[in-house]
């Protein structure tokens, strides 16, 4: 049984309104998808890395990356679910191996995370860090607020956990589009468990997003 992580970094980042696809600007001294294949790199239970980027990209990055056996240089699809798709098929894992599928724009991926995942996928088919809504929730319908009960409800992150037969069956539908790579197997029956999330898991999507996080990763407050 291996262990793959693959890292999506093939969007361009539309919302951050910046030049450069979010994933490649400066965080706290490297790019954006560079510290969370340092943190996969640095885990030895990790056999390869499947990275997942903008075909006009790669050639840059396999010499950023210089030789790594580890990490595979895929390139990405017209969406996220595409890109993770690509990714599968390049590493063509044996079902019961595991896939660890992470986000490059959540840089703040600590070791602790996949030693959750890893733990709770010896019983599970999938997994995924998440943390509990805390705030109210409201559904607006025209001027009327109706307040949605937030008991069991999750905000959940990633990297997400999979068995790799039922991710590659999840996605074998080449038109389907999931939200997340859960929901691809969500339809399958798939046994999955949430684990402890981690606010420095958040996503950057926005552009003032890059310096709260800078703030969360390097300990100073925002
Ligand atoms: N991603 C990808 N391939 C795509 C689209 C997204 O690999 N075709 C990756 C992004 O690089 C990112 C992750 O999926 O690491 C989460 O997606 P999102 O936050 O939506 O990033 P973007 O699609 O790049 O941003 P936007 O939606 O603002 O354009
Ligand atoms: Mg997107």
Request: hydrophobic letters at 45%; a negative charge.
């Amino acid at each position: 049984m291996r262990v793959h992580a693959i890292i999506v970094a093939a969007g361009s980042g539309s919302r951050t309104g910046r030049k450069l696809p979010k994933q490649f600007e400066m965080l706290a001294g490297k790019p954006v998808y560079r510290w969370s294949l340092d943190t996969f790199l640095s885990d030895s239970r990790v056999d390869r890395i499947g990275l997942v980027l903008p075909s006009n990209h790669i050639e840059r990055l396999a010499t950023e990356i210089s030789g790594d056996e580890r990490v595979v240089l895929v390139a990405g699809g017209n969406d996220r679910t595409a890109s993770v798709r690509n990714a599968v098929e390049a590493l063509s894992p044996d079902a019961d191996d595991i896939i660890l599928v992470h986000d490059a724009a959540r840089p703040g991926l600590k070791t602790q995370t996949i030693t959750y995942l890893l733990e709770v996928m010896k019983t599970h088919d999938a997994a995924a860090p998440a943390l509990p809504v805390i705030d109210a929730l409201k559904r607006q319908t025209d001027e009327t607020l109706q307040t949605v009960d937030r008991s069991g409800l999750y905000r959940v992150q990633t990297p997400q956990a999979f068995k790799a037969g039922i991710l590659a069956s999840a996605l074998a539908d080449k038109a389907a589009s999931f939200v997340d790579d859960l929901e691809a197997v969500e339809a399958l029956g798939a046994k999955a468990a949430l684990v402890d999330g981690d606010e420095r898991l958040s996503k950057i999507t926005f552009a003032d997003d890059f310096e709260k996080m800078e703030a969360m990763m390097t300990g100073k407050q925002a």
